[in-house]
């Protein structure tokens, strides 16, 4: 695997693309890790990655999200973003997810990039937007790799995100991307209408194919104003879908991307362990893109460092989900958000309102924190990875979680009509 994917890197990529990958998402993004670790020592924080949402807007409405996409247009303008970036990048940070909506339908998306050419971005997109010359712009820059989302068939993808002929337009924009060689990822959010579909060798085998250099199975999480908790996993559904990144992980001449474990196969938040926090499109700072709360914004004049540094909300949040949970605190325990929210009075960051609301009326299931259902890595290279970069860096430990502290919110059903799981073979973490 390790030949093929090399390879892969030798013959399928641009040189001068993939050096800037390596160099300020590899290099400069390991030395971001290593500052953050050191801060933590220091008792300082700042997250060494950022997620941006850079508009609302959208031009699907899919199911599950949690972005006011229908409300009047909010977006953060260049400077204000400039700014942003240029700060964390004084703290060592060198790599940005660019969210949504839909970032490309923020008309000055390019200006951003263009001015930071030291800095890499991640761009979370349908890419009905990436035509061939917005494809070559990218390139010349260089420094920004798409991850397009395919949400399943034709048919589902026309169910789950809201039109017809999302998914022709979506692999249109694939196809964009790869003639003018970028370095291109495909994400899924795995739900109960399309696991069968995507969550198997032969997508991925497609995918290879196309020249698509890595992907992302994450788990579908209710949120939102329309949350459609029949689309949930269930466990054994969760386990699946962990149990098939890990064996691609070591078969097949791909990237595999995964926020949630560690490289012994334990469960993490991100958000917790300080590995990143979300701005939204209004310019609120929040834990994560899902947690729609906030006290604080980039609007102010204090500085970045001081905001995320000095945040009792912030800090709370990690301490008290820590202390609860390995898993995803929405999932399983929406009622600490609502008491952390409550206690710092965090305003609700929606243009709806209703964010406290949504939690409070949302039935908690599990996560991918499962204790006894561990599955380390079984690719080395993953594992060293994860060793040095993504681990939880004493997050639990520092807030004494143990098992017994930990509420198992149980098996939620199974969807009326949802398939059962496939039974795929699975590794001992003994």
């Not at 397009?148 to 998914?167: A, C, F, H």
């Not at 594992?383 to 970069?389: E, I, S, T, V």
Request: aromatic share 8%.
């Amino acid at each position: 695997m390790y030949l093929r994917m090399a390879k892969r890197l030798a013959l399928e990529t641009d040189k001068r693309l993939l050096w800037k990958l390596f160099w300020l998402m590899g290099i400069k993004g390991f030395l971001s890790v290593h500052k953050h670790k050191r801060r933590l020592k220091r008792g300082e924080f700042f997250p060494p990655f950022l997620y941006m949402s850079v508009i609302n807007s959208c031009n699907l409405r899919c199911q599950g999200c949690w972005v006011d996409v229908g409300a009047k247009q909010s977006r953060i303008e260049v400077d204000a973003a400039n700014k942003t970036i240029t700060q964390a990048k004084a703290m060592g940070n060198s790599f940005f997810g660019i969210l949504g909506g839909e970032p490309f339908m923020h008309k000055d998306l390019m200006e951003i990039f263009k001015a930071h050419p030291d800095a890499y971005f991640q761009v979370f997109t349908n890419g009905h937007f990436i035509t061939d010359e917005v494809a070559a712009e990218l390139h010349q820059l260089g420094n920004v790799t798409p991850l397009i989302s395919v949400e399943g068939s034709e048919i589902i993808s026309d169910q789950r995100r809201g039109r017809e002929g999302v998914l022709n337009q979506t692999m249109e924009g694939i196809r964009a991307a790869l003639r003018n060689n970028l370095m291109v990822g495909v994400c899924t959010s795995v739900c109960q209408t399309n696991i069968d579909d995507l969550v198997n060798d032969a997508w991925v085998d497609r995918l290879i194919e196309m020249g698509v250099m890595y992907c992302w199975f994450h788990v579908y999480r209710p949120c939102g104003p329309d949350a459609n908790p029949d689309l949930s996993l269930t466990s054994d559904q969760q386990r699946r879908v962990r149990q098939f990144v890990v064996d691609t992980r070591a078969t097949k001449p791909i990237i595999v991307v995964d926020a949630y474990h560690d490289g012994a196969g334990n469960a993490l938040c991100p958000a917790v362990t300080g590995f990143t926090h979300h701005i939204g499109p209004w310019g609120d700072i929040e834990p994560c893109p899902i947690i729609q709360l906030a006290a604080e914004t980039i609007h102010d004049d204090r500085p970045l460092k001081e905001k995320f540094n000095e945040s009792e909300f912030l800090r709370d949040f990690r301490h008290m989900t820590a202390q609860n949970t390995r898993g995803c605190v929405v999932m399983e325990r929406p009622d600490i958000l609502v008491q952390i929210a409550e206690k710092h009075g965090a305003r609700d960051t929606t243009a709806r309102g209703t964010a406290i609301e949504e939690l409070k009326a949302m039935q908690p299931r599990r996560s991918q924190y499962v204790p006894g259902n561990e599955i380390p890595e079984r690719n080395l290279a993953y594992r060293l990875a994860k060793k040095f970069c993504f681990s939880d860096f004493g997050a639990y430990d520092q807030q004494a979680f143990t098992q017994a502290s930990w509420t198992d919110p149980g098996e939620s059903p199974t969807p009326a009509g949802g398939r059962s799981p496939s039974q795929l073979p699975v590794i001992s973490s003994k």
